[in-house]
């Protein structure tokens, strides 16, 4: 599967985006997919997971309550609601798949993910 996402861009504090992450190959329902940012200088971080059918979420704390994941099936495409944005909300930001169906424990692993996309650069001024 091919990844592309998009919608990054500069925002004052408080503000809202929404990523979008479009899929293209292999049937995008059958993949488990996450968001992932990172920020100048420091480690990939998780931000946001779904299942493949979209009944179950989960999220770093710092995004729960201003961020919501999401996906459209038909549409082949994964989003990231981002309301609230704090100036550390400020990175890159990457889409990933994986082929199996994650447990919890293994949300934030990156390494269990077969599949990135390019980034797309958040910035939060304050």
């Known amino acids: 599967v091919q990844l592309q996402a998009s919608g990054g861009g500069l925002v004052q504090a408080g503000g809202s985006l929404r990523l979008s992450c479009a899929a293209s190959g292999r049937t995008f329902s059958s993949y488990f997919m996450a968001w992932f940012r990172q920020a100048p200088g420091k480690e990939r971080e998780f931000v946001a997971a779904?299942?493949?059918?979209?009944?179950?979420?989960d999220y770093t704390n710092s995004a729960k309550g201003r961020f919501s994941i999401s996906r459209d099936n038909a549409e082949n495409t994964l989003y990231l609601q981002m309301n609230s944005l704090k100036p550390e909300d400020t990175a890159v930001y990457y889409c990933?798949?994986?082929?199996?169906?994650?447990?919890?424990?293994?949300?934030?692993?990156?390494?269990?993910?077969?599949?990135w996309g390019k980034g797309t650069q958040v910035t939060v001024s304050s």
């Open positions: 990933a798949a994986a082929t199996t169906s994650l447990r919890p424990t293994y949300y934030s692993d990156y390494d269990r993910y077969d599949y």
């Open positions: 779904i299942s493949r059918t979209g009944t179950i979420t």
